[in-house]
């Protein structure tokens, strides 16, 4: 399952197969991606008609199981197995010069901004974003550096829940070329967060069939 929230809190949680149908996801794919890089694959339902094509693109594991009479029931990991419950977050009331600090101080380059009052994830602030915010008025840079996070425009951010497929999250950071994922409840409580860097340590101490067989 997996959510997508902005400054107004949730606006989506659904399977991953709706996350793809979304245009406003689809948008945000694109300005993660430049043209060198390659776009996301159209993952959209055209029809109710699909091709094997599209069947493998949903679940290509699943699919090779049920051709092989593999068994299917058999255990797999969900995200909430290597998430770090760590968490670095901000509030919305926190200065654009407090955020850049905690990025250098913990060596980051990304942190969710919950709102101040309700404490809730309402996105994601990136370092080029505060430098970009920064330098952009040399004149005013000190003065623009302690206003707070939520004048910021901040893009709209996918979430996990908990129990999530590994693959399917690994998937999405792959499509959307995501660093990290927030793993956020159903609650919209945020629990971690999991970046590729715990999904290849996954895959490199665990015996490839247990994560992915």
Known sequence: MFA???????NF???????????NVDSLARA??????????????????????????????????EVANIDTKEPI?????LM?????????????????????????????????ETNKIIGMVTHKVLLEYIFND???AEHNAQ??????????????????DIRRVAKVMV??????????DKNDNIQGIVSRANILKAIANTPPLQIWG
């Open 77 to 81: 990991f969900h995200i909430s197995d």
């Open 32 to 65: 993660r991606n430049n043209v060198q890089e390659g776009l996301p694959k159209d993952h959209s339902v055209k029809n109710k008609k699909r091709s094997f094509k599209d069947f493998l693109e949903k679940d290509a594991t699943q699919a090779y199981k």
């Open 147 to 164: 206003r707070t996070l939520d004048i910021l425009e901040l893009r709209e951010v996918i979430t996990a829940d908990p129990v999530t």
């Open 4 to 10: 997508i929230y902005n400054k107004g809190g949730l």
């Open 84 to 116: 770090n419950t760590d968490v670095i977050t901000l509030k919305s009331n926190n200065t654009i010069q407090e955020a850049f600090d905690i990025m250098e101080e913990k060596q980051i380059r990304q942190i969710p901004v919950l709102d101040n």
């Open 175 to 184: 499509d959307f070329s995501l660093t990290a994922i927030p793993v956020v």
């Open 13 to 23: 949680r659904s399977t991953i197969d709706n996350l793809y149908s979304l245009s």
């Open 138 to 140: 040399l004149e005013y």
